[in-house]
């Protein structure tokens, strides 16, 4: 209902500025992704959108094709990072993840592209490629804002490694030429400006706050700044160490804003690394994570859930159904949430 009608418009009206067209339309949740996404899903309807019949089911599957490719992609990244006795363990804990599952297949968001563009730049930073590791990271940076989340902990990688300084700073000049190429064509539009880096789920980034005295301290940020001290002080950054922070750096944003279902793209990849390689039984932690991140988006008042379920009709989700019952629904919703926080 919001993708598919932007990148159709921006491929049927000669590549026209769908920023702009949907901007004016008063509704800047459209698609709220840098240009290289809406140029990577105009790619695949170019190719294949002449070819299969012109009906919901087909454009669906055209348009989940870059999803289940980054998903493979993201698969192997993390297979070469391990040894061949936890490769079995890269199936279970990363390919058949329920919600990894839920976020692309079921509920179609795209967080999976930017990831695994990131996960690119991590393969080609860790093989010493500098060059194809700064690329991968422009274009991740290119598929969504988000990702400038972790470019702290690359600098204070660069830095540690370089003893030139100025070599770190020209990588860093490098990814944000690479940011301004693929996107050059709307960087100066008002509409492109305010759908992408003005949306309203950016917004929630300084909604944790607590107030002092008519003052106020926002969480977030305040978090990841005392994370980015604490990696300062480590000298030497090997890839597991790396790789923890950049989870890290994600997870806060989880830990303090309630989630939207497709953020979660961000963290479980990182975490399924950690937890392949790890013995005992803390991997139920992962899996009460993944439990509760599947209950608390069923109980949500808007849920997607049973109007999912082929067959099934009704025009309540489940959280409307306890309120029917006579069951105070928010306090079973706020129940899920505090339990999703503390996984």
């Known amino acids: ?14 590549f026209a500025n769908p920023y702009e067209y949907f901007f004016r339309l008063s509704n800047i949740s459209y698609f709220p992704y840098p240009a290289l996404m809406l140029y990577i899903f105009s790619l695949f309807n170019l190719l294949l959108g002449w070819i299969l019949p012109n009906n919901k089911v087909f454009m669906l599957f055209i348009y989940r094709l870059p999803l289940i490719c980054a ?4 698969y192997s990244v993390i297979k070469s990072w391990l040894k061949e006795k936890y490769h079995n363990k890269v199936v279970y804990f990363y390919w058949f993840s329920p919600v990894l599952i839920y976020i692309s297949y079921v509920h179609g968001q795209l967080d999976v592209i930017p990831i695994a563009f990131l996960f690119g730049s991590l393969y080609y930073l860790f093989e010493e490629k500098i060059v194809l590791s700064v690329l991968f990271m422009g274009m991740a940076l290119s598929t969504k804002t988000i990702i400038i989340l972790v470019l702290p902990f690359y600098g204070l990688y660069f830095f540690s490694k370089y003893e030139n300084k100025l070599v770190a700073i020209s990588i860093f000049v490098m990814m944000f030429v690479i940011f301004i190429l693929f996107n050059i ?16 789920e950016q917004s929630k980034f300084f909604d944790a706050a607590v107030s002092l005295q008519g003052l106020t301290v926002f969480l977030t940020p305040a ?24 989870g890290f750096s994600f997870s806060l944003i989880l830990l303090f804003i309630p989630p939207m279902p497709g953020w979660y793209f961000w963290l479980i990849p990182f975490l399924s690394y950690f937890y392949i390689r790890g013995e005992g039984r803390s991997c ?14 069923m109980m949500i008042k808007d849920s997607d859930y049973l109007s999912l379920m082929q067959g099934f009709i009704s025009d309540q989700t489940v959280y409307n159904h306890l309120v029917s019952m006579k069951i105070d629904a928010a306090k079973v919703l706020d129940l899920t949430f ?4 503390t996984t």
């Open 223 to 246: 978090s990841l700044l005392i994370l980015f001290v604490r990696g300062a002080l480590i000298k030497i950054y090997n890839r597991d160490i790396f790789i923890m922070f950049l």
């Open 185 to 200: 064509p709307y960087l100066f539009d008002d509409a492109f400006f305010q759908m992408v880096f003005q949306n309203q």
């Open 284 to 297: 139920f932690l992962f899996f009460g994570l993944q439990f509760f991140y599947l209950l608390y988006f």
């Open 338 to 341: 505090t339990m999703l926080q």
């Open 71 to 74: 998903d493979i992609f993201i």
């Open 1 to 14: 209902e919001l993708f598919i009608p932007f990148i159709d418009y921006f491929v049927s009206n000669g």
